[in-house]
């Protein structure tokens, strides 16, 4: 591994996460839990297969992911993050922050995954933990669902869809990122095409304020 070859904090954090590809394999890792090599690959789209096995294998000697066997009847190994992988979550989360800026416009032919604003979804802040659970459904135009749900103060996000959601947002990617992430609000954005249906106020209730 190449370094840096400084004494401080950031230079020695670059050795090891500075790489092309790594900080999205974690962030994968932190939207979807345990993953298979095909599960990582399906969600860093133009990532060479041996580059990817490279990059594990490093972020394994690292000590921030380790493999394990599924369970049977599947016959596959599973990637996940150990406990000092998991610690790069509020790294990701202040990346995402500063990104903000940089997703004004339309990502044009840049690919997308909905599961990527479970970034910006795990900083949300439940304004009204007195009240009621509540389920909140993205649907970014083409893309696979993401569920937001929020009880007891906990903001919480997992793939695919619920049967009776509180509120349902659903637009192109960059209104839903820009109206997650607080750049754009709720009126200026369903102004600019994203549809809101359900509950008006389930949705106030998390979005940056």
């Known amino acids: 591994m190449r370094t840096y070859g400084q004494y401080c904090g950031v230079a020695k954090s670059l050795d090891v996460i500075g790489d092309r590809w790594t900080l999205l394999i974690v962030r994968e890792l932190l939207a979807l839990g345990p993953c298979r090599h095909t599960d990582l690959r399906n969600g860093l789209p133009g990532i060479a297969s041996n580059l990817l096995v490279d990059r594990l294998r490093e972020l394994e000697a690292a000590g921030l992911i380790h493999r394990e066997a599924a369970p049977p009847p599947v016959a596959t190994t599973l990637f996940s993050l150990t406990e000092r992988g998991r610690e790069l979550e509020p790294v990701l989360q202040e990346l995402s922050r500063w990104g903000v800026p940089l997703l004004r416009e339309p990502g044009g032919s840049d690919t997308f995954r909905t599961h990527w604003l479970d970034m910006p979804a795990r900083a949300l802040t439940d304004h009204r933990p007195d009240q009621p659970a509540i389920a909140l459904q993205l649907h970014a135009d ?30 192109p990617p960059h209104l839903l990122a820009a109206t997650l992430l607080g750049d754009l609000d709720l009126n200026a954005a369903e102004q600019q095409g994203l549809r809101l249906s359900g509950e008006r106020e389930a949705v106030l209730r998390i979005l940056p304020r």
């Open 142 to 171: 083409g893309n696979e669902d993401l569920v937001i749900e929020v009880k007891d103060g906990s903001v919480h996000t997992h793939a695919g869809r619920v049967d009776h959601p509180t509120a349902s947002l659903t637009g």
